[in-house]
C-alpha cells in the first residue's frame, strides 16, 4: 500500500525567504506525485504534479518539486515566500497502474509567513 | 463555466439524524471520491465512484453511503451510524487514472 509523510506539521518563515517542504512517499512502483495547497475553510488547488520525465517540475505560483527516486522523496521549493503564500500544504501519491486511481495524501503541513 | 459545486457551504444537524451532503461537476469526468478531513489527519478517503452506478469503499467508509445515478452527481449520506460526523468534507473528481483531482470547496457539516 501506498502512503505519504510530511515530516513538519508547521513551518515558519520570513517573507522573502526560500522555503522548502519535505515529502516522502512509500509506493512499490513508479509513483504519481502531486502538490496541492489548500486556504483556510476552502477546497485543495493543485500546485504541481510529476508523472514521469523530467524530475525537477515546475508549477503555479512560482513553486516546484524535486523527485528523488533513490530518496523516496518530492520535495516543494519556492525561491522568495510571499505573504499570500500562507497556507496549508500537502503531498499526494498515486498509483501508476490502471483501476487504482486512489490518492494518498499526507497530513499536511501548515505553512506561516512572517514580516 | 465548468467546475465543482458542493452545498451546503455550512450544514447543522442533531444527532441521530441522517444528512445528505451534494456534489455536482460538470467537467465531464468519470471518476469522483469524497474526502473527509479534520485536524493534523489529512485526507481520509470515505467512498469513490469511476463509472455510472458503481463505486467502492475507501479507507473510512462506515458510517457513510453514496449512490451514483448520474456521471454529474455523487452525493455522499452521513448516517446516524456514523460516530464523529463533525468534519470538513470535499468531493473531487478526475479524468482518469493519469490525471490529477479537481476539488470542490467542502462542506463544513456540524453534527450536535
Known amino acids: 500500500a501506498q502512503s505519504v509523510t510530511q515530516p513538519d506539521i508547521h513551518i515558519t518563515v520570513s517573507e522573502g525567504a526560500s522555503l522548502e517542504l519535505r515529502c516522502n512517499y512509500s509506493y512499490g512502483a513508479t509513483p504519481y506525485l502531486f502538490w496541492y495547497v489548500q486556504s483556510p475553510g476552502q477546497g485543495l488547488q493543485l500546485l504541481l504534479k510529476y508523472f514521469s520525465g523530467d524530475t525537477l517540475v515546475q508549477g503555479i505560483k512560482g513553486f516546484e518539486a524535486e523527485f528523488k527516486r533513490s530518496q523516496s522523496s518530492f520535495n516543494l521549493r519556492k525561491p522568495s515566500v510571499h505573504w499570500s503564500d500562507a497556507a496549508e500544504y500537502f503531498c499526494a501519491v498515486g498509483a501508476a497502474n490502471f483501476g487504482n486511481e486512489k490518492l494518498t495524501f499526507g497530513t499536511g503541513t501548515r505553512l506561516t509567513i512572517i514580516p | ?112
Open chain 2, 1 to 112: 463555466d465548468g467546475g465543482i459545486t458542493q452545498s451546503p457551504k455550512y450544514l447543522f444537524r442533531k444527532e441521530g439524524q441522517n444528512v445528505t451532503l451534494s456534489c455536482e461537476q460538470n467537467l465531464n469526468h468519470d471518476a469522483m471520491y469524497w474526502y473527509r478531513q479534520d485536524p493534523g489527519q489529512g485526507l481520509r478517503l470515505i467512498y469513490y465512484s469511476q463509472i455510472v452506478n458503481d463505486f467502492q469503499k475507501g479507507d473510512i467508509a462506515e458510517g457513510y453511503s453514496v449512490s451514483r445515478e448520474k456521471k454529474e452527481s455523487f452525493p455522499l449520506t452521513v448516517t446516524s451510524a456514523q460516530k464523529n460526523p463533525t468534519a470538513f468534507y470535499l468531493c473531487a473528481t478526475t479524468r482518469g487514472p493519469r490525471y490529477e483531482q479537481y476539488f470542490g470547496p467542502g462542506t463544513r457539516l456540524t453534527v450536535t
